[in-house]
T-cell receptor, first 115, second 114 residues
Framework: EAQVTQNPRYLITVTGKKLTVTCSQN?????MSWYRQDPGLGLRQIYY???????DKGDVPEGYKVSRKEKRNFPLILESPSPNQTSLYFC??????????????FGPGTRLTVL | TQLLEQSPQFLSIQEGENLTVYCNSS?????LQWYRQEPGEGPVLLVT?????EVKKLKRLTFQFGDARKDSSLHITAAQPGDTGLYLC??????????????FGAGTQVVVTP
């Protein structure tokens, strides 16, 4: 089954404690991205990756890091989380970065609370 | 300010009624997508429209892309409780800087009661 998986699904942490949210896809997609979803603001892109070792900033990259060492994995790293990073996070993938009209598949989401 | 403005923000209707959700922008898009998101899940793609004036139908859902490629609408005929969800539009701007990038609207929450 084609899918994007994220872990953990729920996370409560404290300010300043480094955390990583993992993302994996089994469709051999080149393009992967991270979004955060906040009420009234919709989905905003944090970082994206066009392929292995190729990453770039989205609209709201401050406070986040990513890496793309393998095609299937695209972890999101918060080095020093702050309360304003409390949000619902989604990982997504599609076959190619250039064909934006391709189907984009989303993971189930990670609800993060930073106290 | 959202690049894509969706209206209304919230819509509550009875089963069997019709509804329309709008997605508007001042920008021109090469393509526009509609997603539905249910609680606890990620958005799922419903349709992609790429040609100005295009109309696509998916069972009781009708999607239209504006002639000028700046707006879109989603019409649901005879809504059912299973249509309940957050409907999101997403567009790809026709600019070099936005190549490959999707911009999302804030969404319209639709609730269909039996």
């Amino acid at each position: 089954e084609a899918q994007v998986t994220q872990n953990p699904r729920y996370l409560i942490t404290v300010t300043g404690k480094k955390l990583t949210v993992t993302c994996s896809q089994n469709m051999n997609h080149e393009y992967m991205s991270w979004y955060r979803q906040d009420p009234g603001l919709g989905l905003r892109q944090i970082y994206y990756s066009m392929n292995v070792e190729v990453t770039d900033k989205g609209d709201v990259p401050e406070g986040y890091k990513v890496s793309r060492k393998e095609k299937r994995n695209f972890p999101l790293i918060l080095e020093s989380p702050s309360p304003n990073q409390t949000s619902l996070y989604f990982c997504a993938s599609r076959a190619s970065g250039g064909f934006v009209s391709d189907t984009q598949y989303f993971g189930p989401g990670t609800r993060l609370t930073v106290l | 300010t959202q690049l894509l403005e969706q209206s209304p923000q919230f819509l509550s209707i009875q089963e069997g009624e019709n509804l329309t959700v709008y997605c508007n922008s001042s920008s021109v898009f090469s393509s526009l997508q509609w997603y539905r998101q249910e609680p606890g899940e990620g958005p799922v793609l419903l349709v992609t429209v790429v040609t100005g004036g295009e109309v696509k139908k998916l069972k009781r859902l009708t999607f239209q892309f504006g002639d000028a490629r700046k707006d879109s609408s989603l019409h649901i005929t005879a809504a059912q409780p299973g249509d309940t969800g957050l409907y999101l539009c997403a567009g790809a701007e026709m600019t070099t800087d936005s190549w490959g990038k999707l911009q999302f609207g804030a969404g319209t929450q639709v609730v269909v009661t039996p």
